[in-house]
């Protein structure tokens, strides 16, 4: 057998396969020590050890079968698999609404590479009408692939590209606009459009996928037929983030793009409204608002478009016996603001005050934050805030601290005078400072204590 059918393989696993005499996208019978196991061997990541055979089995999910437990291995079929699904030309139906489609890469888009075991992005957005054909019941469908990154490479560059992008199709007549994007920034980006697309006369909506499109768990079709839903008939003109409500697939939720935060790794319900309630819930069928004030949906082409953004801008995450050489070291590269996410009510030790003077004496713009997530910095309650406000530090409300960080970059892009960089920060655009907190804006339970297992037995996660 010639090397190339055994893709990846190395050592006592490609030893193996030569053996019994089989090949990577064969379809196999595995006798092991702990069972048998029937699928499909797949191609070893040229990363991996070379204990372990690969397979795909009738779930879809793939196991790794150490070498040393096998007793026999036969071949059954072969056949090489495609990954690639190709692109469609999508169907337009009177009567739709046209909604445009931005891809920029992230898990919504995106395939296995077996060379590395990555997942990489890798499909295009005509490919996804390919992959998820109902699309094609709710709306007449536009693609244009923007970028093909993970969102940590999301940033400025791509934020300015995307509000401009936005302006134009509002201008085109567009009636809402979606936003394939990775789930690890989503919300970053969410702020950043949020003051770069002001006064949006149709829905903009962010929307990405915690799982692959490969795996049987994957969210990505919902998830893109909930944000298209959204985009073509919501009421809701603002910046949202469309993803999973509970971690089954009954409904998703709408986010307003300045209150929302990832808030677990592989949840599929991992964003969450914080201080505030979601914007709304959404399904196949329809879109039932929970906020009852929102900005509305319009027939005009009216749209401010405010493209700015500054790099010169951090955050700096307190912790207990931080030295003042660490704010020293940001002033010095060059930072223009910093945003602070301090503890309690917002609070940094009295060390760093030296440093924060010098801070200040050049010119570097300053806001506290909270480690907390929720609630709104207090600086007036006690001494330590007291001493950094006439130090120069200014208190952020209830904003989230890289919604903060987003929007002082923002500001930053516009204007230095001091006066008015605060003027603009403290001025919500959008309910990223909000007057209060509802009751049930703070929702966190702890697992174990009775009346939460009851509540968890007769309710969705």
């Excluded at 053996?19 to 061997?41: D, H, L, N, P, Y």
Aim: aromatic content about 8%.
């Amino acid at each position: 057998m010639s090397e190339d059918i055994f893709q990846g393989y190395k050592g006592s696993a490609l030893e193996m396969l030569k053996k019994f005499s089989t090949r990577v996208w064969g379809q196999a019978t595995v006798q092991t020590t702990r069972g048998e196991f029937t699928g499909t061997i797949l191609p070893r990541s040229e990363n991996d050890d070379d204990q372990h055979i690969v397979m795909k089995i009738a779930t879809g999910y793939n196991v790794g079968i150490d070498v040393s437990t096998i007793q026999s291995m036969v071949e059954t079929g072969y056949k090489k698999a495609n990954y690639k699904i190709p692109e469609k030309q999508f169907p337009v139906t009177p009567g739709l609404p046209n909604v445009k489609l931005f891809g920029t890469g992230g898990t919504i888009a995106s395939r296995l590479d077996y060379r590395t075991g990555a997942v990489i992005p890798a499909f295009s957005p005509g490919e996804l009408y390919g992959a998820v054909p109902e699309l094609a019941d709710i709306c007449n469908l536009e693609t244009e692939k923007l970028f093909a990154v993970f969102s940590e490479n999301m940033g400025p560059k791509q934020y300015v590209a995307l509000a401009k992008a936005i302006g134009k199709e509002i201008e085109s007549g567009i009636d809402g606009i979606v936003i394939g994007h990775g789930t690890d920034t989503l919300h970053h980006t969410g702020a950043a459009l949020t003051f770069m697309c002001q006064n949006l006369p149709v829905p903009v909506v962010l929307v990405g996928s915690q799982r692959s499109s490969d795996r049987p768990s994957s969210d990505a079709a919902l998830n893109l037929m909930h944000a298209m839903k959204t985009a073509g008939t919501s009421d809701i003109a603002e910046v949202m983030v469309c993803m999973f409500g509970p971690t089954s697939d009954e409904y998703g939720l709408l986010h307003k793009g300045t209150r929302v935060r990832k808030m677990h790794s592989s949840y599929r319900s991992t964003f969450r409204t914080i201080g505030d309630t979601p914007l709304a819930m959404v399904n196949r069928q329809k879109v039932t608002p929970i906020h009852k004030s929102y900005n509305k949906r319009r027939n005009d082409k009216n749209v401010q478009i405010l493209p700015y953004f500054s790099d010169e801008v951090t955050m700096l995450y307190y912790y207990p016996g931080m030295k003042p050489d660490t704010l020293d070291a940001l002033v010095d590269a060059g930072y223009r603001g910093i945003i602070i996410v301090g503890t309690g009510l917002g609070h940094v030790n009295k060390e760093l005050y030296p440093a924060i003077e010098r801070a200040h004496a050049k010119g570097v713009h300053m806001f506290m934050t909270l480690q907390t997530i929720w609630g709104y910095v207090h600086m007036f309650v006690y001494d330590t805030g007291r001493d950094m406000m006439a130090k120069g530090i200014v208190p952020a409300g209830n904003m989230l601290p890289e919604v903060a960080w987003v929007k002082l970059s923002w500001v930053l892009g516009q204007t230095n005078d001091p006066a008015e960089v605060k003027r603009l920060m403290l001025t919500p655009i959008n309910d990223e400072i909000t007057q209060r907190e509802p009751y049930n804006g703070y929702l966190v339970y702890q697992g174990g204590v009775p009346e939460v297992e009851n509540f968890v037995r007769k309710v969705h996660k």
